[in-house]
């Protein structure tokens, strides 16, 4: 069963920094894109970033480019993503999904989201 | 950056009804590169449809996606209870990946 847990959120001060984890289990976990998704309060999904397999050819959303960086340790069966300069419109539930594929770019499993609330 | 105009915002159905939740790209999705998920309040999302109409895994035949190029819908045949939520469309046919605004199907 494939399961992926997301940890590391919390309150942090505008300016701050928090680093997110992702535990995945139940797949070959590097054959496959990884994926960070967040939703602010009430609103809809937002891309953030994305990871190859081999951890190469990160890509980031317009608004995290520069203070948020993905990561992984296929060794750990681990994702990351390391947020900083937070700022207000950076709360969210951060999501951590799996690629159905290397970089198809849908995503077919999802965990159940780390809260980051951004507030001083 | 393709945006995703979902509509309408609120759909108010019975069980048992007919949805039809629209989805329209601001340009072409390339090859119908287009993912619809659900999301129950409190719940991650879940994949229903890849590729613009293939099921996901364990998905019933109650749900259906079609379209292409900029149009696509989703049509849920026969509502069950468990079956109002939000609906997500989204896009991989170009970078960024872009979701739509999300359609809340509620209970009328």
């Known amino acids: 069963e494939v399961q992926l847990v997301e940890s590391g959120g919390g309150l942090v001060q505008p300016g701050g920094s928090l680093r997110l984890s992702c535990a995945a289990s139940?797949?070959?976990?590097?054959?496959?894109?990884m994926i960070w998704v967040r939703q602010a309060p009430g609103k809809g999904l937002e891309w953030v970033s994305d990871i190859a397999s081999d951890g190469d050819s990160p890509h980031y959303a317009d608004s995290v480019k520069g203070r948020f960086t993905i990561s992984r340790d296929n060794s750990k069966n681990q994702l990351f993503l390391q947020m900083n300069n937070l700022r207000g419109d950076d709360t969210a539930l951060y999501f951590c999904?799996?690629?159905?594929?290397?970089?198809?770019?849908?995503?077919?499993?999802w965990g159940q989201g780390t809260l980051v609330t951004v507030s001083s | 950056e393709i945006v995703l105009t979902q509509s309408p915002v609120t759909l108010s159905l019975s069980p048992g009804e007919r949805a039809t939740l629209s989805c329209r790209a601001s340009?072409?999705?390339?090859?119908?590169?287009l993912a619809w998920y659900q999301q129950k309040r409190g719940q991650a999302p879940r994949l229903l449809i890849c590729d613009a109409s293939s099921r996901a895994t364990g998905i019933p035949d109650t749900f259906n996606g079609t379209g292409s190029g900029t149009d696509f819908t989703l049509t849920i045949s026969r509502l069950e209870p468990e079956d109002f939520a939000v609906y997500y469309c989204?896009?991989?046919?170009?970078?960024?990946?872009?979701f739509g605004q999300g359609t809340k199907v509620e209970i009328k």
């Open positions: 340009q072409s999705v390339s090859s119908s590169l």
């Open positions: 139940g797949f070959i976990f590097n054959d496959f894109t």
């Open positions: 989204q896009q991989y046919g170009s970078s960024p990946w872009t």
């Open positions: 999904a799996k690629d159905a594929d290397d970089g198809i770019g849908f995503f077919d499993y």
